[in-house]
């Protein structure tokens, strides 16, 4: 009886390759100052976290803060602890999209995701900065991952997706939200005590980072005080219902266009264009895989391009 091929085994060295590529590529151009308002403000909380004084703003992205609290005494410039724990979960972002393709397809899909990941401009240039963003990437990847195994695999457990996305409510809540549709579509082959025991475990682990964040930010009524303030005063401002449907839709699609353009425009056509030809066959929209993807990424498109407002950054659009 004789084993695999011998070059089976570079697989295994794929997401070390992934992981590496993605550190060391960043390195030499990662930001030395804060470059946006919200670097600042993530730079402060690490001394004292406020959200009323926007340090950071709300809803407050606590694990950031407290993760990037546990590497600050390694540095003498704290900001520089927020970029490394950025370009950490950048590169475990692109290993954790190549293992999406990976489960999902195959794994030259997996590499070929994980590549246009690592390479494409906006998503490397999240990488360099101490801000939220590659942490979007990442919960989207693994969200996307366990959910895929868990309406997959009967035998794959119900508790690692319900923990998943609570965590990644502790770094970006709005990330969670988009996601949310797609955990709980994944759990529709489970039974009853399944659906309940997850929401169960999701909510344990809200609470496990909301409570203290609660405390932190001086209390919920201060909290939610401070949250109601950022939301009248920006979004529902700057939101497609205050400045007009067509205004506001022309003006989203024009951002839109210029941030895919930033993020490598003839690779989004030739993808526009191959999804425009699946999509065009009937038995593609019986695929449980259009089903599955639609519902993992139509929340945040729709949100950005449509009703939910112009967005001042254009990170989660180019990612």
Known sequence: MTGPPRWHKVWHWVPVALS????????????????????????????HYDV??????????????????????????????????????????????????????????????????????????????????????????????????????????????????????????????FLMPLWLWSLHKRDWRTFAGSLAVFGMTILAWAVPMLQASGGYAVYKQASNLLTHNWVLANSLFQLGWWQGIASQWGRLYQYCAEAGLPAIVVAAALAVLLLSRKQTWRSPRVHFFALWISPALLFYDLPGGRNGNPAPVRQ
Not at 56 to 66: I, Q, S
Not at 89 to 108: C, D, E, I, K, P
């Open 52 to 177: 009323v004084l926007h340090q950071p703003h709300p809803p407050g992205y606590f694990l950031f803060v407290m993760l990037g609290r546990l590497l600050r005494p390694l540095f003498a410039d704290p900001y520089q602890a927020l970029v490394v724990v950025a370009i950490v979960a950048g590169s475990l972002a692109v290993v954790l999209t190549y293992y999406a393709g990976a489960v999902m397809f195959n794994r030259w899909v997996g590499v070929i995701a994980a590549l246009l990941l690592l390479t494409a401009p906006s998503a490397w240039s999240m990488r360099s900065t101490g801000l939220t963003y590659s942490f979007g990437a990442l919960f989207s990847a693994l969200v996307g991952v366990l959910s895929w195994r868990t309406v997959n695999e009967r035998s794959f457990p119900w508790w690692p997706s319900a923990i998943a996305i609570g965590v990644a409510a502790g770094f970006r809540q709005t990330d969670a939200l």
């Open 20 to 47: 590496v590529a993605a550190v060391f590529t960043v390195i030499p151009i990662r930001s030395r100052l804060p470059v946006t308002w919200d670097n600042i403000q993530f730079t402060l909380a690490l001394e």
